[in-house]
């Protein structure tokens, strides 16, 4: 069935490093990859996603790479701040002409950035 | 018309009563979705609508649980007779038809079975 694995579970950085995050999709048909940043007790919150039309897509300190042929995609966020500290999802999805089919997420990524 | 709002926020209910959430979307966007979140997991997958169609549901979802988008605006979710693994955060999102739009989040329902 369909699935997406992320990697790693937890990720732990000093202020200013760089941080990545690694998921693989099953589903061939997935053409929608978002992102998401979910702090303790709140919605998960949107902050970049791709389409399988381009193969990276950048957005001030946030980046997200795709690669079709391999089914991966990974997150970049460069020069890290103690406020980007949350928990990150990937997720995959199919869009169609009459929107969004359902989203797939990852388990998670803890990412803690040290002062 | 800011945001996808949920309600109630909080619930505790003993094992075996029935619970039932709302969610009203984002008012132009034409599909809804229902998800569950445990401690430390991504969102599961419950079940989606397209206006007042039902899409697609879970094979994880038990005969328990059923949603319905009436009148292709609010949506409700029911879980008939509770049970403690049914303890998780209920999130309802929203997305419009055309790209570029995504999905929204709401707060979601956090549900505490006792």
């Known amino acids: 069935g369909e699935n997406v694995e992320q990697h790693p579970s937890t990720l732990s950085v000093q202020e200013g490093d760089s941080a990545v995050i690694k998921c693989t999709y099953s589903?061939?048909?997935?053409?929608?990859f978002p992102w998401y940043k979910q702090e303790l007790g709140k919605r998960p919150q949107l902050i970049i996603d791709?389409?399988?039309?381009?193969g990276e897509k950048k957005d001030q300190r946030i980046a997200v790479t795709l690669n079709k042929t391999a089914k991966h995609f990974s997150l970049h966020i460069t020069e890290t701040q103690p406020e980007d500290s949350a928990v990150y999802f990937c997720a995959a999805s199919n869009e169609v002409s009459g929107g969004y089919n359902k989203l797939i997420f990852g388990a998670g990524t803890r990412l803690a950035v040290h002062p | 018309d800011t945001g996808v709002s949920q309600d109630p926020r909080h619930k505790i209910t003993k094992r075996g009563q029935n619970v039932t959430f709302r969610c009203d979307p984002i008012s132009e966007h034409n599909r809804l979705y229902w998800y569950r979140q445990t401690l430390g997991q991504g969102p599961e997958f419950l079940t989606y609508f397209q206006n007042e169609a039902q899409l697609e549901k879970s094979r994880l979802l038990s005969d328990r649980f059923s949603a319905e988008r009436p009148k292709g605006s609010f949506s409700t979710l029911e879980i008939q007779r509770t049970e403690q693994g049914d303890s998780a955060m209920y999130l309802c999102?929203?997305?419009?038809?055309?790209?570029?739009?995504?999905?929204?989040f709401g707060s979601g329902t956090r549900l505490t079975v006792v």
């Open positions: 791709i389409r399988s039309n381009v």
């Open positions: 999102a929203s997305s419009p038809t055309s790209e570029g739009g995504g999905y929204t």
């Open positions: 589903d061939s048909a997935s053409n929608y």
